[in-house]
């Protein structure tokens, strides 16, 4: 009996066995589930105060199931045409991911294997009955097999960054680091990668700003507008609270959207429309208060000066790059001794770095942010990736370089400091040609000035001129 006391028939909660493999799967569970009830909750507080809904509890419960899939970025099939629905409300995305990744982080502190893969599993356990529970006929209608591939491969990024607490920042510091290492020795900026990195990070802010600034104008106008009323309002409380929910859910769409309107090529509105601070082509678009803060159709005119916001969001970054280039970089682990100021070349070159940077990062969010409606001419909505990625880079690139030049030239100025603007012999070679022609225009000045040649400083004194003729050639040339 002593003996059956005193060993423990389950295993300790730290220690190994079935028991923390099962909590990390019920953590998975808990987390899929969470994200359903943030959505279910407002839904069905919405079916319920509504008046005249359209269908029962199971209709609305479809829509929960179709929202949570589309946040993962998996595509639905919309009433009987099986119009494709794909935008991606980032929102949701980022609730999904963001809970993903705290729960593997929480159970990879924990003693034992398989942890966070048992998260994974439980998440796409929940994720098998959401596709189930919508795969029938109704107003939605989820498609298994691409369905869940795309939850699961979502799913499983965000628990590998949380497993390993590593999120996106680091991954992208250890990228640079490989990339300026190859770089060059007179274009690599030593200790480049963190600040590259800080700069990047400060130039997607800025033109996030951007966005948000052109949305709330956009907002602004549309309110004080009377020709723009929207015909939903008319609906009643229910109504009204339904569409200032959507729209809040595609708010970091509309930001996104609004950057690229910031960059210059717009974002497209349907086939064959397009809008743009150059110009705004519009068709038939659906009835939605976010649609209705289109600009109108015609030339752009003074929305141009809506492109002065990206050329500001490249400031911050270039003063970055200025300081650290005449510091010699950013505070990275093993570089013993002494720092040195970049070159001329290597600052170019980080500058370039955030502007590649900068742009991969505003093509991927713009291909995030847009999606389809509708079969025909609604089969995209949204920015266009590469279009984007390019004004993005090319405004960071345009603003950040010179930016950052002058900084670091007066960052260098005021610390007294001095560096050649080029490496190696290239300076040397420009520091004796301007010793030689500051010694050959004092000569000439010297004879049309009529003085006798053993005048002192001219080039046959022999007194105390020779000093001075240490400003001939051959002096400079020693």
């Known amino acids: 009996?002593?003996?059956?006391?005193?060993?423990?028939?389950?295993?300790?909660p730290g220690g190994p066995g079935a028991r923390p493999v099962l909590s990390a799967l019920l953590a998975g569970v808990r987390t899929a589930l969470l994200g359903l009830c943030v959505i279910t909750v407002p839904v069905l507080g919405l079916w319920v105060v509504t008046p005249y809904a359209d269908g029962g509890a199971a209709g609305a419960?479809?829509?929960v199931t179709a929202l949570w899939l589309l946040g993962h970025g998996a595509p639905v099939l919309r009433g009987a045409a099986e119009a494709p629905l794909s935008v991606t409300p980032l929102l949701l995305g980022l609730l999904a991911v963001g809970q993903l990744s705290r729960a593997a982080?929480?159970?990879?502190?924990?003693?034992?294997?398989?942890?966070?893969?048992?998260?994974w599993a439980g998440y796409c356990a929940v994720a098998c009955g959401v596709v189930a529970q919508c795969a029938g006929a109704g107003e939605f209608r989820a498609r298994v097999l691409p369905d869940l591939v795309v939850v699961a491969l979502v799913a499983g990024a965000a628990v590998a960054a949380g497993a390993r607490g590593r999120g996106a920042v680091p991954v992208v510091t250890g990228l640079l680091e490989r990339a300026l290492a190859r770089l060059p020795g007179a274009l690599r900026p030593a200790g480049g990668a963190v600040v590259v990195r800080a700069a990047g990070l400060a130039a997607g802010a800025g033109l996030l700003a951007a966005g948000g600034l052109v949305v709330a104008g956009a907002a602004l106008l549309a309110a004080v507008s009377t020709s723009g009323a929207s015909q939903v309002f008319a609906g009643g409380p229910a109504a009204v609270a339904g569409v200032l929910l959507v729209s809040l859910v595609l708010l970091p769409n509309a930001v996104l959207w609004g950057a690229a309107y910031a960059l210059g090529p717009g974002f497209a509105a349907g086939e064959g429309a397009v809008v743009s601070p150059v110009r705004t082509v519009l068709g038939p678009v659906p009835e939605f208060p976010l649609f209705a803060l289109f600009p109108e159709p015609g030339a752009g005119g003074w929305r141009l000066v809506v492109c002065v916001l990206p050329a500001l969001a490249g400031v911050v970054p270039g003063l970055l790059l200025g300081r650290a280039a005449a510091v010699g970089g950013g505070r990275a682990a093993g570089r013993p001794g002494p720092r040195r100021p970049w070159p001329v070349t290597a600052t170019g070159a980080a500058a370039l770095a955030v502007a590649l940077l900068v742009g991969a990062g505003a093509a991927a969010l713009g291909g995030l942010s847009g999606g389809a409606l509708a079969a025909g001419r609604?089969?995209?909505l949204g920015p266009v990736p590469w279009w984007t990625g390019l004004a993005a880079a090319a405004w960071v690139a345009a603003v950040a370089t010179p930016t950052a030049l002058l900084a670091r030239f007066r960052f260098l100025r005021a610390a007294g400091g001095r560096v050649p603007p080029v490496p190696g012999a290239l300076a040397v070679t420009t520091r004796r040609g301007v010793l030689l022609l500051r010694a050959r225009a004092y000569r000439a000045v010297t004879l049309l000035s009529g003085a006798p040649a053993g005048t002192p400083g001219t080039p046959g004194s022999t007194d105390g001129g020779s000093g001075a003729g240490g400003?001939?050639?051959?002096?400079?040339?020693?």
Request: glycine fraction near 22%; proline fraction near 7%; charge should be positive.
């Open 1 to 12: 009996m002593t003996q059956l006391t005193g060993r423990p028939i389950l295993g300790a």
């Open 61 to 63: 419960l479809r829509l």
């Open 105 to 119: 982080a929480r159970v990879a502190g924990r003693p034992g294997q398989g942890g966070a893969a048992a998260v």
């Open 378 to 380: 609604m089969a995209w």
């Open 471 to 478: 400003a001939t050639p051959g002096g400079a040339a020693g």
